[in-house]
């Protein structure tokens, strides 16, 4: 199962604190790991496999977009700046409608990416 981790500036923070807390289940066998280029490398720092796309502001959401579209990723984890403008605004809701269009989970705060890990958990080998 292929799951996208992505993070804005303000909220990479969150994003390294939450997939070190839940490495045990992010570092599974089935389970293979994409982002976005600057939450990719942070992850790849601590440790993780990921396989990175560009850099969000420069396509790196529309390419996850395109994996979610394809049936690839099957599971996105995306931190949103809430109170942040962005350039590539078209592109981040490009990536949730996408999502709402294949009917793929979606979380975009720690709650419910947590809810969204417990309940694949037991799933994942
Ligand atoms: O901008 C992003 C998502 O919209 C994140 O991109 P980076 O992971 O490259 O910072």
């Known amino acids: 199962m292929e799951i996208a981790i992505v993070a804005h500036d303000a909220k990479k923070k969150e994003m390294l ?3 070190k807390k839940n490495k045990a289940i ?3 066998e089935g389970i293979s790991l994409i982002a976005t280029g600057t939450t990719g490398s942070m992850a790849q720092d601590v440790g993780f496999e990921v ?3 560009l850099s969000g502001p420069l396509g790196g ?3 996850i977009a395109g994996r979610v579209a394809e049936g690839k990723t099957a599971m996105v ?3 949103k700046d809430p109170l942040g403008k962005h350039p590539h605004e078209p592109d981040i809701n ?3 409608r996408v ?3 294949h009917n793929v989970p979606l979380a975009t705060n720690v709650a419910t990416a947590q809810m969204l890990l ?3 958990d037991s799933e994942v080998k």
Do not use: G, H, P
Request: glycine residues 0%; charged residues 25%.
């Open 17 to 19: 604190e939450f997939i």
């Open 51 to 53: 396989k990175r796309m």
């Open 118 to 120: 417990q309940a694949i």
């Open 94 to 96: 490009m990536l949730l």
């Open 26 to 28: 992010l570092s599974k």
């Open 99 to 101: 999502c709402d269009v």
């Open 61 to 63: 959401d529309a390419q």
């Open 77 to 79: 984890l995306f931190f």
